[in-house]
């Protein structure tokens, strides 16, 4: 069931969003006065509150905040308010949130775990579209030297290039990797071409002494560890 917010018509003065964040702080603030704030103004016919209302309620598979995750260019400029100017202040707001969310535990990062790999890197991997392959390149006190996305396949499919990932392990001078890649449907449950992969890059980095640490599965909220699974 999609959940519904109130409009501005429905709050007392008191609670409008400037005067409610003035009195009370931001956390104070629901979800649709918040985004209020951000948007400013509204039109000639609803204003800031209505159209963010508009906005958390525009998709019906993740309505909410999670929503503005999955909106693109061309679906902000559709509802009806959101011109070229807001549409880009919309995605530089998810995109600086995902960015905040992942500079909060960069101080305190280790990846000992691979709990901890996929806290890090879930918000930048679980709202994406297609599948992508993240390599994260280590020293010996498993330092990260580099972290790169190395390929983007399909809705369903990634492309897994075996060579390019060791090229660039080498050229980094890395003892360890780790590889992460999204499931865009939410499970992370691995593929037997995920296996296979897994157990090609294993035996090829024995070979040419890179560990492949642990290969993550990223879903919404939720990982899979190959090395957890026993298949490393």
Same mark, same amino acid.
């Given at each position: 069931?999609?959940?519904?917010?109130?409009?501005?018509?429905?709050?007392?003065?008191?609670?409008?969003?400037?005067?409610?964040?003035?009195?009370?702080?931001?956390?104070?603030?629901?979800?649709?006065?918040?985004?209020?704030?951000?948007?400013?103004? @509204?039109?000639?016919?609803?204003?800031?509150?209505?159209?963010?209302?508009?906005?958390?309620?525009?998709?019906?598979?993740?309505?909410? =905040?999670?929503?503005?995750?999955?909106? $693109?260019?061309?679906?902000?400029? &559709?509802?009806? @308010?959101?011109? *070229?100017?807001?549409?880009?202040?919309? =995605?530089?707001?998810?995109?600086?949130? *995902? *960015?905040?969310?992942?500079?909060?535990? *960069?101080?305190?990062?280790?990846? $000992?775990?691979?709990?901890?790999?996929?806290?890090?890197?879930?918000?930048?991997?679980?709202?994406?579209t297609r599948e992508q392959v993240l390599l994260i390149m280590m020293d010996s006190k498993n330092k990260i030297l580099k972290d790169m996305?190395?390929?983007?396949?399909?809705?369903?499919?990634?492309?897994?290039?075996?060579?390019?990932?060791?090229?660039?392990?080498?050229?980094?001078?890395?003892?360890?990797?780790? =590889?992460?890649?999204?499931?865009?449907?939410?499970?992370?449950?691995?593929?037997?071409?995920?296996?296979?992969?897994?157990?090609?890059?294993?035996?090829? @980095?024995?070979?040419?002494?890179?560990?492949?640490?642990?290969?993550?599965?990223?879903?919404?909220? &939720?990982?899979?560890?190959?090395?957890?699974? @026993?298949?490393?």
């Amino acid at each position: 069931m999609k959940e519904e917010y109130l409009t501005v018509k429905e709050l007392p003065v008191s609670e409008r969003p400037y005067e409610k964040c003035e009195a009370y702080g931001a956390g104070a603030l629901s979800d649709a006065e918040l985004l209020a704030v951000i948007l400013r103004t @509204g039109t000639r016919k609803q204003r800031a509150i209505d159209l963010a209302v508009n906005i958390l309620n525009y998709s019906t598979a993740y309505p909410g =905040l999670k929503g503005l995750n999955y909106l $693109t260019f061309m679906e902000l400029t &559709r509802i009806k @308010g959101i011109g *070229r100017v807001k549409a880009i202040e919309l =995605l530089c707001l998810t995109e600086l949130t *995902r *960015r905040m969310a992942k500079e909060t535990g *960069r101080d305190n990062l280790r990846l $000992t775990t691979p709990q901890t790999v996929a806290d890090y890197y879930m918000q930048d991997m679980r709202h994406l579209t297609r599948e992508q392959v993240l390599l994260i390149m280590m020293d010996s006190k498993n330092k990260i030297l580099k972290d790169m996305v190395i390929s983007e396949g399909t809705v369903n499919s990634s492309i897994m290039p075996i060579r390019e990932i060791f090229v660039h392990a080498v050229k980094y001078e890395a003892v360890n990797i780790i =590889l992460l890649h999204n499931h865009p449907s939410g499970d992370p449950t691995p593929s037997t071409e995920d296996i296979r992969v897994t157990k090609r890059l294993t035996e090829a @980095g024995n070979l040419i002494g890179i560990s492949l640490m642990d290969h993550i599965i990223i879903g919404d909220n &939720r990982y899979i560890s190959l090395k957890e699974q @026993g298949l490393i």
